[in-house]
């Protein structure tokens, strides 16, 4: 019975307390420009920003070691 409003609710919560717990989140500020051209580079690549940008950090740091 009920709708599945308390299914959908717990997976919530359970989403975020995953992400809580295994992620941190780190916050930038970048100008406009640099964000759009970002976001056009990772689309290209046929990926998130946030897989883009953290692709970029990986292969930076290993040409740093």
Do not use: C, F, H
Not at 42 to 54: D, H, L, Q, R, V
């Amino acid at each position: 019975g009920g709708d599945g409003m308390g299914w959908q609710e717990n997976k919530l919560a359970y989403t975020r307390e995953y992400n809580k717990s295994k992620y941190a989140q780190i916050k930038m500020q970048v100008p406009k420009e640099a964000k759009e051209a970002i976001k056009a580079a990772a689309e290209k690549a046929g990926k998130s920003i946030t897989m883009y940008i953290m692709e970029a950090v990986e292969e930076k740091m290993q040409s740093n070691t």
